[in-house]
């Protein structure tokens, strides 16, 4: 199976996060904007990654369409790793 068919499983389940917060009576606003706002810090990591000198051979030449499907991709698993992952208080307790 290819990488990057991987990387875009965790994306697929936080666009159903986003359609799920967004489509309840009661808006969850403050998800949704985290949802988002983790799509956009990930897009931007992968364009700072991919623009530096110590970029992996593969983020170098990416367009634009390619830094935000990747973006997306980082983004939604750390959201999916913070989701299944419980705090570190309850780890000890």
């Known amino acids: ?14 666009i ?8 309840e009576g009661t808006v969850q606003w403050r998800a949704a904007a985290l949802t988002v706002g983790s799509w956009i810090l990930g897009t931007a990591v992968i364009a700072l990654v991919g623009a530096s000198s110590f970029a992996p051979e ?28 419980p705090p570190g208080n309850n780890l000890i307790e």
């Open 1 to 14: 199976m290819d990488v990057a068919l991987l990387l875009a499983i965790p994306a697929v389940k936080k």
């Open 16 to 23: 159903i996060d986003l359609y799920r917060f967004l489509a």
């Open 58 to 85: 593969g983020l170098a030449g990416l367009g634009l369409a390619d830094l935000v499907l990747w973006g997306v991709a980082l983004g939604s698993t750390a959201g999916v790793i913070h989701d299944f992952v």
